[in-house]
Every structure is written in structure tokens, then in C-alpha cells.
């Protein structure tokens, strides 16, 4: 059972890490398009 949980703790910081760097991702795209588009 000690394992179970650390697996699943593992796993936890593991997707919001992963979900952190999408939004970060997701964020520079939105950002960068529409500062290359230049629109106000």
C-alpha cells in the first residue's frame, strides 16, 4: 500500500507539472499571435 501511494503522489505532481507547462505553452501561443498580428 506505501507504494500505491507514492506511485499515485508520483503521478499527481507528474500531471500538473504536464498540465502547467500545456497552459504555459497554450499562453505563449495565444500571447505571440496576437502580438504578431498586431492588433490593438
Not at 504536464?18 to 505553452?25: K, P, R
Request: net charge neutral; hydrophobic share 60%; proline share 2%.
Amino acid at each position: 500500500m506505501e507504494k500505491h501511494i507514492t506511485l499515485v503522489a508520483v503521478l499527481k505532481i507528474g500531471f500538473g507539472v504536464f498540465g502547467l507547462l500545456v497552459a504555459c505553452l497554450a499562453f505563449v501561443a495565444i500571447a505571440g499571435g496576437g502580438a504578431i498580428s498586431g492588433d490593438p
